[in-house]
């Protein structure tokens, strides 16, 4: 009974043994941080150009709430290659953003515009919410109204992404107002907290 | 009969083992940090892979493997890269490519398998290599913190 336990022992020992040449060290690690997350945004003519909307009303219908739509200068609809290869119809403003970082799905991007301020001409002014848009391409953005907040919510979209609408904006008509040249700007702002 | 299954046992578990690793206990760094980038910055991003694209490099990391009991024996030497890591979500989201700066041979290796990167004569009980890393990721997959851990097999041939 002893012999037989001895023996036991001494094979669990040469298993012991035999395990400990595949169990070697492990000296190495590589630990990988987190790259930073990015963003982009084009609104626009690229190249830091900044678009303009031109809108026409005629007197005749001044007020009337007959829409007035807004036309662009050049390239405010053009293409964002290879994704959206196509220039947006004519006088339309192209919306492209774009959100990435590590893990898939787990953060999320928002587009919001700063509609607060208004269009002036001298002492007078025209708030934004009398402006609007048509989406005549992509489905992120619906066409709406400004309105007239500072953080009104465009879209919203999880990383990583990339997403592009044609937005033609056009005047709601509403009010009669002074005559004038009134300008403004609207801020757009996407953000990936 | 105790005796036999016991045998069996040990030769089961030394066959499922693809060679013995190689203590690397030596290596100058225990540990080394580094941060991942986004692989591709141009606006041309296609697919999800490219969209998701990311590399972490680490240059000249340093080995020192213990080979001590192979000397002059004809051996073919691994690098392994383990199925799984912390921060790892998916073995998919991880390819690592390596140079080298002395004997052993560049390659590249998926999670979960080894690539050859020395065949030949044992000649030093200690061999130091550096290797200039470039860890491929796919961010749908990938944690902040993961933790890789290259290591060595060897196989001695007869």
Known sequence: MTDSRSRFTLRLMAAAALLGLTASAHAVTVVIGGGA???????GATAGTISTVTF??????????????GTTNAAAGSAQAPNFGTACAANN???????????AATRTATLQVNSSGNLTSGGNSIPFTDFGWV???????????FSGSATQTLM?????NEVSVCLRFQFLNTTIYPSGAYTGQLTFNLAMP | MRALAFLLIIVASQGAL???KLDDAGSPRSRVDTTVRWLHTNEGLTTPELINAMVATVPNLEFRLDTSRYVGKKAR?????????PGLRSPSGLRVEWKTRGAFLAGSALPGTRALVYDGTIKLPSMHEALDLSIYLDARYFE???RFEPRFEIDVLP
């Open chain 2, 77 to 85: 030497i691994y690098l392994v890269v383990p199925d799984f890591m």
């Open chain 1, 93 to 103: 403003v192209r919306i492209w953003a774009r959100a990435r970082a590590p893990v």
């Open chain 2, 144 to 146: 902040r913190g993961l």
């Open chain 1, 135 to 145: 989406t005549s391409a992509g489905t992120e953005i619906a066409s709406a109204n």
């Open chain 1, 56 to 69: 026409a009303p005629a007197a005749a219908t001044a007020g009337t709430g007959a829409l007035v739509l």
């Open chain 1, 156 to 160: 919203t979209f999880q990383n990583s």
């Open chain 1, 37 to 43: 997350a990015e963003i982009a945004l084009r609104v």
């Open chain 2, 18 to 20: 693809s060679g013995e």
